[in-house]
């Protein structure tokens, strides 16, 4: 079936003698037949048009026609039988991939545990013929045996719950195809759960023998009964049950705990001893079950008390001294007899015992450790017989001076402001010493420089202000502040102390000068920058910062200031003609703090002339008569005209511009003055019109 398509199968031919070899044949596969194979016409080899499937088609009968072109024509048919043979292309399947499979622990060796049924979609027998095999997942004893041909799953050996809860298999299934390397192989993952059945009875694991002291409390806990069941769920529930030696009611036993308790007082004296029938049942279905005599001993109980000669030991011992430091010996008397006679002296659980040692006979008591009186100064310690007499010991630890004051901060930082009192007080310092008296007391002092700003008192650590504050001379303070305590050992400790001062609104703003002068030309435009004042103010935040303004001298709101940067400019167009200057415009600084602080400082503005107006004669004519006889060099008249500019622009020159061309006149440029240059004569010339300019 794997024969690959376009390949030669085999060929049909003619009789092979001298008739045929001249004989023109045409093959043909009739058309019902030609879907998976093809006939070459002329040679009449026959060809696989497509792949085969045994499964699918495993024998195919074809028609040949033959037709042959010589004379006569004649026509034959032949049918030819093709048998496929199968070629082992498909393995194994079963129908999941993981079972799991339960089966009770008490089943008989041989037992049906499950049918394995693989699939084999080959066509030919052994290619399609499956053996089963089995593998378990560990290197344990397998329980479990697969038929090879059947597929069956049967015990092979006793199964046990209680050893082996479940086991993992491996099941393969093989063809059995001729050739070996042929052969296709599948697995499947099978989990068996062995299920649990009540086969184990409960196992007693607790002491069959007890001991409990006759003067116990009903109630009191004697045993502690305990069975094992290995079995699961219910078939492993155990209760417990007394069967006998119970007559007379002295224990009460708890069936779901197995807890043995007194259920009344118990009597040496009546009875010292009991033997009690004890049965565990488990919950299986039939319930299985375990007995076993519990045996209880009444012990003797002392009845005599020991007295201590003395109800209170009162010592003392140093601190800080090594363990094995002997403190008291304490003594108590028994009238018991024998072993109930023999004292065990020791120191029952309270605060600190830990730190002692009783010798357990002779009632000595000890140091277990270094004693520091800080930590615990007292010790009231009780002593105790083995029965229940107490005697109690007062110890008092004497201090030594083994502590250093401790300040409750190694640093402080605190804020004042400025104007802080003299001999206020900003903090209160404080250090503990755990020692006690002189060892505890402690005088604090400081080892810095403080610049006669702070000191300390001694006692009380108060911090004290010593004189005035100014932040704008100094702003903070650091310095450290000692507790030490008065033994002669002097130990000490230190804190830093840090004292920021804090700025209060005490500095008025100050102008760089008190008296300004500036200028500024007339004619500009507004807004006009004229001159920048500064003042300046040491204190800070808003105490420090500035505001401008103009205070007087500004009735007409010729100017302003700009209130940040105090740049002081024009508001309207100035005229020098109209004002040459501002005498007194006061400006002032304030700050922002509350009540707000301020200065003044006078600015003198000069206003510079600009040449903006002309000459203006006193006339605009002038009449004079003159006789025609005056002598040459006579003064005529004089003009005069007038410039509201100031300096050099109102400085005026004057000229004749028409009406002395034969030059008859002279005008003195500078005072005006008109004077004649050449002898009148009337009946020449009766009028002179001059026309003068100033300019």
């Not at 300040?407 to 400025?418: D, G, L, M, N, P």
Request: hydrophobic share 35%; proline share 3%; glycine share 6%.
């Amino acid at each position: 079936e794997n024969f690959k398509p376009a390949q030669v199968l085999d060929s049909l031919k003619a009789p092979s003698n001298h008739l045929a070899l001249n004989r023109k044949l045409h093959f043909s596969i009739a058309k019902d037949d030609n879907v998976h194979f093809e006939i070459d016409s002329l040679t009449g080899d026959l060809y696989l048009s497509r792949e085969l499937d045994y499964e699918t088609d495993s024998h195919f009968l074809l028609q040949v026609i033959i037709k042959d072109y010589n004379n006569p024509p004649q026509n034959s048919t032949i049918f030819l039988s093709i048998d496929v043979e199968d070629k082992n292309d498909h393995s194994p399947c079963f129908q999941d991939d993981f079972v799991v499979i339960g089966i009770e622990e008490n089943v008989p060796v041989g037992t049906l545990v499950y049918t394995f049924n693989a699939k084999d979609g080959d066509g030919s027998f052994l290619n399609s013929k499956v053996e089963y095999s089995l593998e378990m997942s560990n290197m344990g004893e397998n329980p479990f045996l697969i038929h090879p041909l059947y597929g069956t799953l049967t015990t092979a050996s006793p199964l046990d719950r209680e050893i082996t809860r479940s086991v993992i298999l491996t099941v393969f299934a093989e063809d059995q195809a001729i050739n070996v390397t042929d052969r296709r192989l599948n697995s499947l993952a099978v989990k068996i759960v062995i299920l649990d059945i009540n086969d184990n009875s409960p196992s007693f694991v607790s002491s069959s023998l007890s001991y409990v002291m006759e003067d116990v409390e009903v109630g009191f806990l004697v045993h502690h009964i305990i069975a094992r069941d290995p079995d699961e769920g219910r078939n492993g529930e155990v209760t417990y049950h007394i069967l006998s030696g119970n007559e007379n009611k002295a224990f009460v036993l708890d069936k779901i705990t197995g807890l043995l308790t007194t259920a009344q007082f118990l009597d040496h004296e009546v009875q010292e001893r009991y033997s009690l029938t004890v049965i565990a049942l488990d919950d299986g279905t039939p319930a299985l079950s375990a007995t076993q005599v519990l045996t209880i001993i009444v012990l003797d109980a002392n009845d005599e008390t020991p007295v201590f000669l003395k109800q209170l030991y009162e010592t003392a011992v140093h601190e800080n001294r090594d363990p094995g430091e002997f403190v008291v010996r304490v003594e108590a008397v028994d009238r018991d007899a024998g072993l109930n006679s023999l004292l065990h002296y020791e120191i029952l659980p309270g605060a600190g015992y830990e730190k002692f040692k009783m010798n357990s006979e002779s009632g000595e008591l000890i140091t277990a450790a270094s004693l520091d009186r800080e930590t615990q100064e007292v010790f009231s310690i009780k002593g105790s017989p083995s029965r229940s007499s107490t005697a109690q010991l007062y110890l008092t630890v004497l201090d030594e001076n083994d502590h250093s004051p401790l300040f409750a901060k190694t640093q402080y930082q605190i804020s004042v402001t400025e104007d802080l009192e003299e001999g206020s007080a900003i903090l209160d310092l404080s250090a503990s010493d755990e020692d006690a008296g002189l060892n505890g007391e402690v005088m604090y002092s400081l080892i810095d420089d403080t610049y006669g700003a702070f000191a300390v008192d001694s006692v009380t650590g108060s911090i004290i202000a010593t004189k005035a504050l100014d932040r704008e001379t100094k702003s903070q303070y650091t310095f450290r502040a000692v507790a030490s305590d008065c033994s002669t050992h002097f130990p000490r400790s230190t804190t830093v102390m840090t004292v920021l001062i804090q700025d209060v609104n005490d500095n008025a703003p100050k102008f760089e000068q008190s008296y300004y002068k500036a200028s500024v030309w007339e004619g500009q435009s507004p807004k006009t920058d004229i001159i920048q004042v500064f003042a300046t103010d040491l204190d800070s935040g808003l105490n420090g910062e500035t505001e401008y303004s103009i205070l007087s001298g500004n009735e007409n709101a010729t100017f302003l200031i700009d209130s940040t940067r105090g740049i002081l400019a024009t508001n309207t167009g100035l005229d020098y003609e109209s004002t040459s200057s501002y005498r007194f415009l006061v400006l002032l600084a304030s700050d922002r703090g509350t009540p707000s602080l301020n200065s003044t400082a006078t600015v003198l503005i000069t206003v510079l002339d600009v040449n903006d107006n002309p000459p203006v004669f006193s006339s605009s004519e002038y009449h004079v008569h003159v006789k025609e006889s005056i002598p040459i060099g006579s003064h005529i008249t004089e003009v005069s005209a007038k410039d509201c500019d100031a300096g050099a622009n109102a400085e005026i020159t004057y000229a004749i511009i028409s009406g002395n061309d034969r030059g008859h006149f002279f005008l003195d440029g500078r005072t005006g003055s008109l004077n004649l240059m050449k002898t009148l004569d009337y009946e020449d010339t009766m009028k002179f019109t001059l026309v003068i300019q100033a300019t």
